[in-house]
């Protein structure tokens, strides 16, 4: 019969402590588990909070929007579009970017990792903003969205967007009659030898059909970037949540801080997502496509809690391979959303916008206001989680 053997207190191999028998790239550590602590009841109601949340954000603003019996100020959709672009400009780089960086750099992982010789998470999202871009071309340049297919049907498409008729209420059309100035392209020498100038009332009105035309193209063009832009975000967004779903199942002593923070996260999410859904031009035959997307974001949190409670056992999200996933979609999604946020939101919203650059200074100041404040709480919830 073999004896036990007996060691010191000062002998380090004898800790039965995971994080004291570490190889010296500390990889072990990478093999524990998680820290489910119980509190089932606890973990389930989240399910139904968060969705609740999420409903509430990405859902309540395309039913406002598009159902006429149900009529609210339009300040009140203004504040929640613009303070929705703020939330998701945040969250790329707070929420994504960040925890992107932690996990691919985590010294789990090995010094002498791949993921340690180079700053993978934001060459990942540098990668992902040019593909998007690329997407984007592609999308508009070869019709891949349908849009010029559909020709006038888009055209006579309407956009339901409370918030841009409160930015039109601050300024008055100053041509509604399509008409051009059509400047000769020879004007007529005077005395001394210089062109004159063409007479200021040499305004013509268009034809009516080439207006029409062009209305159409822009509709087409205008419909296909908008399409793109939304798939783009609904991927974004539905991989971040279903991510922070898993988190939140196994979560240790930090859960209820971040049930909490969660519940108010995916509710501001999803009004960034709702918003933008609410207001895009859907061709009549798919109106009903924006509650489908709205839905999709707000089962996707609660559906991963659900998921990583069913195999909690299991479940690490310490992991070397959970890190690298973890990290890798981070960075895809932070890509996307930091090209959605600057370009779609910030950069056509605000200066590529007839309206809001035509639109009175309080508005425009009052956009601002709101998406920075947007930003602000997205990035002070970050403290937390």
């Not at 190889?23 to 909070?49: K, T």
């Not at 929007?65 to 939330?87: E, H, N, Y």
């Not at 974004?236 to 209820?256: C, K, M, N, R, Y």
Request: proline content about 6%.
């Amino acid at each position: 019969m073999a004896t036990p053997t007996s060691t010191s207190p000062e002998d380090p191999t004898s800790s039965s402590s995971p994080s004291e028998s570490l190889a010296p790239d500390g990889s072990d550590a990478c093999e524990l588990g998680n820290d489910y602590d119980g509190r089932l009841g606890l973990r389930i109601s989240a399910i139904f909070v968060i969705l609740v949340g999420s409903l509430l954000g990405a859902v309540v603003p395309i039913l406002l929007a598009r159902t006429a019996r149900l009529p609210f100020p339009r300040t009140v959709f203004f504040i929640a579009k613009f303070f929705g672009s703020g939330v998701i400009i945040a969250t790329a780089f707070i929420h994504l970017l960040a925890p992107a960086v932690e996990a691919l750099e985590s010294p789990c992982l090995g010094e002498d990792s791949i993921y340690a010789e180079y700053p993978w998470p934001m060459g990942i999202a540098l990668m992902t903003v040019f593909t998007m871009f690329f997407i984007e071309l592609l999308a508009s340049r070869f019709d891949l969205m349908g849009a010029h297919r559909a020709g006038a049907a888009i055209a006579a498409t309407k956009a339901y967007d409370p918030a841009l008729d409160l930015i039109k209420s601050s300024w008055k059309e100053d041509n509604e009659m399509g008409l051009q100035t059509n400047y000769a392209p020879d004007a007529t020498d005077n005395n001394s030898g210089t062109k004159e100038a063409p007479a200021l009332g040499n305004i013509t009105p268009r034809p009516k059909r080439e207006v029409e035309d062009d209305q159409v193209a822009f509709s087409a063009d205008r419909f296909a970037m908008q399409m793109t832009a939304l798939f783009i975000l609904e991927f974004g967004v539905i991989f971040h949540s279903i991510f922070i779903g898993l988190t939140l199942a196994v979560s240790g002593d930090e859960f209820v801080i971040l049930y909490v923070v969660l519940v108010f996260h995916q509710t501001f999410e999803g009004l960034g997502l709702g918003s933008r859904l609410a207001t895009a031009m859907w061709p009549p035959r798919q109106t009903w496509l924006p509650y489908v997307l709205g839905l999709a974001y707000a089962l996707s949190t609660p559906v991963s809690i659900a998921a990583g409670l069913g195999v909690r056992q299991t479940l690490a999200p310490g992991s070397p391979t959970t890190l690298v996933v973890n990290g890798v979609f981070d960075s895809i999604s932070a890509g996307i959303l930091l090209y959605t946020g600057l370009v779609e939101l910030m950069a056509h919203e605000f200066l590529f916008s007839d309206e809001m650059r035509r639109s009175s200074l309080g508005v425009m100041l009052g956009a601002f206001g709101c998406m920075v404040l947007g930003a602000g709480l997205m990035a002070l919830l970050g403290k937390w989680a």
